[in-house]
């Protein structure tokens, strides 16, 4: 299946600092991209979804100030933690999809954030 | 978007097959049924996805009801390697098919 490239897989930052997660899909283009947050025993919940070239649209409670997503071409997309605090310690989950949705969407590694 | 409900976990001997009960009562004519599993620490796994008509592929079969209103995902010889969260999403149109995880179903492979 076609690869989705998530960096870093660890981060730990410290609180009131800011922290940029990229997401990459490497072996095709990427029309649409999702970011998730997942908490320890818990399911993944959707942030966002990007398309390339838009403003990316945030699921309800999800801060778009605090979680900028830019998703700037077809193969790249981030997500800039700002101000982080403890309580933004997560796991972090990217997702692609190509154009002929509603097709398999892609995942990446994830992303481990510990803010101390 | 339409929900899923699916038991908390499951039981499965190695190399027998697994069937992985969905239910989506509420399902819409447009919506597709897809099937994803997660791993420790790690992110989901595409398993298969479908509309109305069952679907085969390498990893697993998907049955679904006629009325659409329920599926099962098929293993059809489980390994040890298939203990995973297996999670039934439905896909709308109206959402762009984005993917809303629910908390699936924790299946454990016993040697």
């Known amino acids: 299946g076609a690869v989705v490239s998530q960096h870093p897989s660890r981060v730990i930052c410290k609180s009131g600092t800011s922290v940029k997660i990229e997401c990459r899909s490497l072996d095709f283009q990427a029309t649409t991209m999702f970011w998730y947050r997942q908490f320890p025993k818990q399911s993944l919940m959707l942030m966002a979804t990007s398309n390339e070239g838009s403003k990316a649209t945030y699921e309800q409670g999800v801060e778009k100030d605090k979680f900028l997503i830019n998703h700037a071409s077809l193969t790249l997309s981030t997500l800039t933690v700002t101000s982080a605090h403890p309580e933004d310690s997560s796991f972090y989950i990217c997702?692609?999809?190509?154009?002929?949705?509603?097709?398999?969407?892609?995942f990446g590694q994830g992303t481990r954030l510990t803010v101390v | 978007d339409a929900k899923t409900t699916q038991p908390n976990s499951m039981e499965s001997n190695e190399e027998e097959p697994v069937h992985l009960p969905c239910n989506h009562s509420?399902?819409?004519?447009?919506?597709?049924i897809h099937w994803y599993r997660q791993l420790p620490s790690q992110g989901p796994e595409y398993v298969i996805h479908?509309?109305?008509s069952n679907v085969n592929n390498r990893m697993a079969s998907l049955a679904i009801a006629e009325d659409r209103k329920s599926s099962t995902l098929i293993l059809h010889r489980a390994t040890l390697r298939d203990a995973a969260v297996y999670y039934c999403?439905?896909?709308?149109?109206?959402?762009?098919?984005?993917?809303?995880f629910g908390k699936g179903t924790s299946l454990l492979v016993t040697p």
């Open positions: 509420t399902i819409s004519g447009t919506d597709y």
């Open positions: 997702s692609a999809r190509g154009a002929q949705a509603p097709t398999e969407a892609f």
């Open positions: 999403i439905l896909a709308s149109s109206g959402s762009g098919y984005a993917l809303n």
């Open positions: 479908g509309l109305t």
